[in-house]
């Protein structure tokens, strides 16, 4: 019989007794002690890890056995193996009582509410646009929980730091141990001030940008500006009058009328709206680097309720129509 089908066979036995000489909670009570005696191959450890008697473990052993009319452990006065039913055995029991513990710390959880402090990493970008509304969204909803946010314009150690979650666009920080979901897109632009451009050469087409003072990122990866429409893709490969690891930089810097920057479209509506930085080359879908907002967490079997929840609920609002248009205008 495979191993399928001694699980199901197993789980049967849980709810059929074949004589009813055990109730079914006193099954599932021997179920754990037998494969606790396999575990320690003592009777007298287990008996001491479970916090009972050896006679009660023994009594329990023999319950079982009795339960299923046949033997399941050799025993003499120097060891202790499985016989071939009792290995089969084993297996079923091990199964069942990982299912059954799953099952009721699932419905443990369901019923906390979560709390604690959620330590939380985010390109800046997003802390400074899209994430505070995020986050005042859950926490209406689960007032326990307070957040701990750390931001960061380069690559950030998720693990090391002791974050439980992270906000990042940074395909460096993908890894084995962590679970990375797409979100949404992140829109950029390119811009200058009316000021800057009313003092240096007009723009005609993207390859007239290296005639420019360009505001660029430092990362290797950033340095090359994409440029998509109808036509196809223009490539620029930019060396910046001025690099900075910091979009923030890059904006205050535009302001000051010292070139044309390429940023997060988030990052400026604001001065978009009151006319203190202009679009350019709107025709175009413009980029550079990694555009696409992730949340990173660790493996779902090693979450607490908190970061489950949170993230759950992350997903939810980028998933639900209605909810992602707010959310991507500010991504």
């Known amino acids: 019989m495979s191993g399928e089908s001694w699980l199901y066979a197993a789980q049967a036995m849980i709810w059929t007794s074949f004589n009813h000489r055990i109730s079914v909670m006193n099954q599932l009570q021997a179920m754990r002690v037998f494969a606790r005696v396999v575990e320690l191959a003592s009777f007298n450890l287990a008996a001491r890890q479970l916090g009972v008697s050896p006679a009660a473990v023994t009594r329990s052993i023999g319950m079982l056995e009795a339960h299923l009319n046949t033997r399941l452990l050799n025993r003499t006065t120097r060891a202790l193996s499985l016989t071939e039913a009792g290995s089969k055995y084993l297996n079923g029991c091990r199964a069942v009582i990982e299912q059954l513990d799953e099952m009721e710390a699932n419905l443990v959880q369901s019923t906390r509410a979560p709390c604690g402090t959620l330590r939380i990493a985010s390109i800046a970008t997003f802390a400074h646009s899209g994430l505070p509304s995020l986050l ?176 759950d609920f992350v997903v939810d609002q980028y998933r639900t129509p209605g909810r992602p248009a707010m959310l991507k205008a500010a991504a």
């Open 136 to 311: 005042g969204a859950y926490q209406a909803l689960h007032p326990g929980v307070s957040f701990d946010v750390t931001t960061f314009d380069v690559h950030i150690d998720m693990v090391e730091g002791g974050f439980d979650v992270c906000f990042s666009n940074d395909p460096r920080l993908f890894s084995s141990s962590l679970i990375c979901r797409s979100l949404t897109s992140i829109p950029q632009i390119v811009v200058a001030s009316p000021t800057y451009l009313a003092a240096h050469e007009s723009l005609r087409s993207p390859s007239d940008l290296n005639r420019h003072m360009l505001l660029c990122r430092s990362d290797s990866g950033m340095r090359c500006w994409e440029f998509v429409d109808g036509t196809g893709t223009t490539r620029l490969t930019v060396n910046g009058a001025l690099i900075s690891q910091s979009y923030a930089m890059l904006k205050a810097a535009a302001l000051h009328h010292m070139g044309i920057a390429l940023v997060p479209r988030p990052l400026v509506e604001r001065e978009l709206q009151h006319g203190a930085l202009v679009p350019l080359f709107d025709q175009y879908e413009v980029g550079a680097g990694p555009r696409h907002l992730n949340i990173l967490y660790s493996s779902p079997s090693h979450l607490s309720m908190k970061v489950r929840s949170f993230v």
